[in-house]
């Protein structure tokens, strides 16, 4: 029987180390961290995450910014916003909550946050620099699976890792990462032939494919650390994994839940980036 990885306990230790240092921002310098988070239109998730987003905030002793914006707003309107949120000394961090509706250009938006205040580290010059291993901000979410394998004390050094899924907000980066610490990696998506083989490989498995319970106990390999980054409905509507759980965790040595997994960690990680991103505007470290 796995050992579950407790996605809570984990992004709480991380959100106390970054509330004692927005602390110690404020006592020794003056400073309060500041994120500003814009979120346009009514979707229902996102209005769930951004609000998680301010409570994280409040929590950690950081500043928050609020711009709910209606579904009508141009193109033109958003990048203002964001120029006058670039140019705003009290705004260390921009978040612009995706999906945007469909008559904005996401890229076109991502391209104009300060890539020094781009906490989601989605700007192509902080893509960039994760593929040279010179970063300041990773994307919160591979950032989050990277510490939760870490609590578990599995050195990633020559193991096998199979990421399953290439997005640009979680596959791809979450490749990279594994790799600059010494994985061996492999990155399996939709068209891949030998996918349960393949997964058998696995010593660390990271699934973010989007497939309600897609990844079952006879794909894993006994022992193996298993992440799952999914966030689907089964079918009786209630929220589960990418991993069906019940099959998995006979197999595994370590596995994550959802939800109390990795989603926690999301925002956790968006706090530390957003420090991050304050000490760096302030010349601190
Ligand atoms: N929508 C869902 N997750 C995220 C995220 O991590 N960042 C942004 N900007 N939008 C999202």
Do not use: W
Not at 121 to 146: D, Q, R, W
Not at 163 to 172: A, E, F, H, L, P
Not at 220 to 236: F, H, L, Q, T
């Amino acid at each position: 029987m796995a050992q579950i990885i407790d996605g809570k306990a984990v992004s709480a230790d991380v959100k106390e180390e970054v509330a004692a240092e927005a602390a110690q921002l404020k006592e020794e310098h003056g400073l309060k961290v500041g994120l500003a988070v814009v979120i346009v239109g009514n979707d229902p998730a996102s209005k769930v995450y951004v609000n998680n987003k301010k409570k994280a905030c409040e929590a950690v002793g950081f500043k928050s910014f609020e711009y709910a914006l209606d579904e009508n707003t141009t193109q033109e309107q958003l990048l203002d916003l964001v120029n006058v949120l670039n140019r705003d000394e009290t705004v260390n961090g921009i978040l612009v909550q995706l999906p945007l509706p469909k008559h904005i250009d996401e890229k076109a938006i991502i391209n104009a946050i300060s890539p020094d205040k781009d906490v989601d580290a989605f700007h192509p010059v902080n893509v960039g620099k994760i593929m040279i291993g010179e970063y300041s901000f990773l994307p919160c979410t591979p950032a989050g699976v990277m510490r939760l394998i870490e609590s578990t004390g599995v050195d990633i050094t020559g193991k096998q890792c199979v990421v399953i899924g290439r997005s640009n907000i979680v596959g791809k980066p979450q490749a990279m990462l594994l790799l600059q610490k010494n994985g061996t990696v492999t990155v399996c998506h939709s068209k891949t032939k030998n996918l349960k083989e393949i997964c058998l490989s696995a010593d660390i498995l990271v699934v973010a494919i989007g497939r309600a319970k897609f990844i079952t106990g006879d794909m894993i390999k006994e022992g193996a650390v298993v992440i799952d980054v999914g966030m689907d409905r089964n079918e009786n509507g209630k929220l589960c994994g990418d991993v069906d759980f019940e099959s998995a965790e006979k197999k595994a040595g370590y596995i994550t839940p959802v939800p109390g997994g990795v989603g926690p960690m999301t925002i956790a990680m968006l706090m530390k980036n957003t420090l991050t991103a304050a000490k760096q505007q302030a010349g601190i470290e």
